[in-house]
């Protein structure tokens, strides 16, 4: 029932949540708001009880009514409410509709349509030269990959659809926090918080994020996407979730470089996009694949 849930929504979201525009609930901006003006100033174990418990109470109902439709009407009620749930949770916007819209304002010309597309992939400023800001677009595209679809199917797999539901509140939760830290001028890290919620992301991140990385090593360049998941491995990066944004960049784009070598100059910015694109298309019907092979295995047995 989970693997057909899984294909239903895949199926259904490239069209319903453009209609239904699901995907940005901004209450959860406010509750998230409120969260951190109610536990931001606890510190130690009370922060980390306090961050649990926000990302906790937004799960909570949704774990209920799964629990209370898992025998009604042979499962055809959870199976609906999986596949809703699903189409929710991948977000909080179509990641292939932002990529083309980043290349769209490239091969228009439109810089500034250009930085702001990148802006919403980055979740801040692109790096000031081209080379940069082309580097870190590609490097977004595989993180938000992680964030937006590879977690969202870990989770919703090992627990349902509270599972999906869980890993996007706790990625929409960090999110919020960050953005208000850089309205106020503030870096993340000096918030307590923010830094706690983004920790707590990191946890839940931290197994889909090294399969995706896997899958992208399998759907590009293996060899040179090993080599780097090494210098990943070794890097200093701060914090568990800065460790897997970390490796998945530098696993990603190696697994896309060999294949950019032959792209005239005046086309590598387009390229490098979309091929990063191809790179996470490809890691999905590998987990696709993979997942069908399991439950058919485990039927069989």
């Known amino acids: 029932m989970s693997l057909l849930a899984l294909l239903f929504a895949l199926v259904c979201e490239r069209g319903l949540t453009h209609l239904l525009r699901l995907r940005e609930p901004r209450w959860l901006d406010r509750y998230c708001d409120w969260a951190s003006r109610t536990f931001g100033a606890r510190g130690g174990t009370g922060q980390a009880l306090a961050v649990i418990v926000t990302i906790a109470l937004p799960v909570l109902p949704v774990a209920a009514v799964s629990w209370a439709l898992r025998s009604q ?13 699903l189409l929710v949770s991948f977000g909080p916007r179509d990641l292939k509709d932002e990529v083309e819209e980043y290349v769209a304002a490239l091969q228009s010309g439109d810089r500034d349509e250009a930085a702001r597309r990148a802006k919403a992939l980055l979740e801040s400023d692109a790096a000031g030269d081209t080379a940069g800001a082309r580097d870190a677009v590609e490097e977004a595209i595989f993180v938000q990959a992680n964030n937006r679809i590879f977690g969202v199917i870990f989770w919703f797999l090992l627990i349902g659809a509270a599972g999906a539901w869980l890993f996007r509140v706790s990625d929409m939760l960090r999110r919020r926090a960050a953005f208000e830290c ?45 080599g780097n998941w090494k210098v990943a491995v070794g890097s200093a990066s701060r914090g568990v979730l800065g460790r897997a944004e970390d490796l998945l960049a530098r696993v990603g784009r190696a697994s896309l470089q060999p294949s950019l070598a032959a792209v005239p100059a005046a086309e590598v910015d387009v390229a490098t996009v979309r091929g990063a694109w191809r790179i996470v298309e490809r890691s999905v019907w590998i987990w696709l694949a993979v997942i069908a092979a399991l439950v058919l295995a485990g039927t069989a047995a």
């Open 73 to 85: 009407l042979l499962g055809l009620p959870q199976f609906a409410f999986a596949v809703f749930l």
């Open 182 to 226: 850089a309205r106020r001028g503030a870096p993340p890290a000096g918030d307590a918080f923010s830094t706690a919620l983004a920790h707590a992301h990191g946890v839940l991140a931290w197994v889909p994020a090294r399969l995706a990385a896997l899958t992208y090593a399998l759907a590009g360049s293996f060899e040179d996407a090993v």
